[in-house]
């Protein structure tokens, strides 16, 4: 049934969804990853927790390569396949919304960030197996982008309970926050969920999404106020900018005069110059 109730012109492109090449690559990356990872495991007991795993130990060796290495390492099948899981169902979408080149950036991001937080929050000691970082990332750039989206519902006595996709994003940001103060020796993964969820969530806000922060506030609000100022005559200038500033100065003297105030006499210089 046609909803324009036109006709197929031979000019219309039909409509096709659009390929998640970039998810499906990672996914196929990631258990290739693993499966290589099981072969030289098996070849030799501890090379990839000792030479392919990051820490800073590897660091301080000049073990460059485990920054790429250790993206893509996973600790056992339940391992990858939860994170094979959590990056389908929430990376299609992401993928869709944001494209292809940026759902890539924003999984490298995540990862890198993930590296990171573990070499500053954990012990020296540690070992990261860092593939989760990447996953954190899109599930907060998930969790940012569609905030109110519900992902599930349950009743709550006579009202009606709704898990969001930001409530998600929530509990992945705690959970990660306690485990780096409960599990802090040997080989872990859960390092790298902090980093990559402030990865996810910082790219997400580049591309526009999300509410805006306090920052984002901050500045927004001081490039309307410049604005407004600029936009003034040179009258109306005086008479509300710089005429307070004026009682103030035979009030108090010149050294009471902020930063920001004396800006305000500046400007209101360059006004009058300007002034024909």
Known sequence: MRLSGRKHSSFTRPWTQRQRIALVSLIALNVATFVAQLFLEAYETGFVRNYLALSEEGVQHAYAWQFLTAAFLHDG????????IVLYLHGRDVEGIVGQRHF?????????????????LMPATTMLLAASGGIAAVLMAYA????ELELAAAPFFRSRLCFKAKHLGYGTVAVGAILVFVDRTGVVTHSAYLGGCAAGW??????????PSVLQRALHQRKANAERLRRMSPEQFMSEQVDPLLE???????QSLSRAERRTLALAREKL???P
């Open 77 to 84: 099948p339940w391992h990858l396949l939860g994170n094979t």
């Open 104 to 120: 890539l950036f924003l999984y490298l991001a995540g990862t890198a960030a993930g590296e990171l937080g573990h070499l500053f």
């Open 144 to 147: 940012t982008i569609l905030p």
């Open 202 to 211: 910082f790219y997400a806000h580049l591309l526009g999404f999300g509410r």
């Open 248 to 254: 103030k100065i035979s009030r108090e003297g010149l």
């Open 273 to 275: 110059i300007q002034q």
